[in-house]
């Protein structure tokens, strides 16, 4: 098998998590990769991002898992020095219902547009774990874990949307977007 399909496989595994309960996040390298593969909130983000970029072509592909990760540490950092940050876990829902309703829409919005609308739903993705990462063993394992799975989903997203190249491979991408969107607003009502 090659390593998208297993990342698509095991994204289809994980299961529901309340993933920002508050109360902290335990371990070091392996904490940090798995958190993210096993909470449908950071799935359907992450895979999102890197679907639209998929879906926008040369220089999103690269640009949107770049900023999304970098913009991310930043939010991070406002939470661990102690910022706060209003609405966090909505800010997270509704990044899956945004940005699963711009593949979906086939929406084509400028770079600059599309890096702000990434970058704005890094900053909460980012703050919910700062806030929580001091409570881990290795703040700094925890992180790089997470940011490694994070760069993974965002290369599922670009690999499921490599499709947009075949005939009927837009129409997929646009229904993995409407999924997405869907879990998003799971998240948002509390349904999830």
């Known amino acids: 098998m ?3 399909p297993i ?5 289809l595994l994980a299961t529901p998590a309340l993933a ?6 335990q371990g070091g390298l392996m904490s940090g990769f798995t958190h993210p593969l096993f909470g449908w909130d950071h799935v359907v983000a992450m895979v999102a991002v890197g679907l639209w970029g998929a879906f926008l072509g040369q220089p999103a592909i690269w640009l949107l898992p770049v900023v999304f990760p970098l913009v991310m540490a930043f939010g991070g950092a406002l939470g661990i020095i ?7 876990e909505q800010g997270i829902a509704l990044s899956g219902v945004v940005l ?8 084509r919005a400028p770079i600059w547009v599309a890096a702000v609308i990434v970058g704005v739903f890094a900053i909460f993705h980012g703050h919910a774990h700062g806030t929580e990462l001091p409570d881990a063993a290795n703040p700094f394992a925890f992180a790089l874990g997470f940011v490694v799975a994070t ?7 670009i690999g499921f949307g490599f499709f947009t190249a075949l005939p009927w491979g837009k129409w997929l991408v646009r229904a993995a977007g409407v999924v997405i969107a869907l879990v998003g607003a799971a998240f948002l009502t509390g349904v999830a």
């Open 20 to 25: 920002h309960s508050g109360a902290g996040m």
């Open 151 to 157: 760069g993974l989903l965002h290369l599922a997203g």
């Open 100 to 107: 699963g309703l711009l593949v979906a829409l086939a929406v």
């Open 2 to 4: 090659r390593p998208i």
């Open 82 to 88: 102690g910022v706060p940050l209003p609405a966090v």
């Open 7 to 11: 990342l698509m496989i095991l994204t």
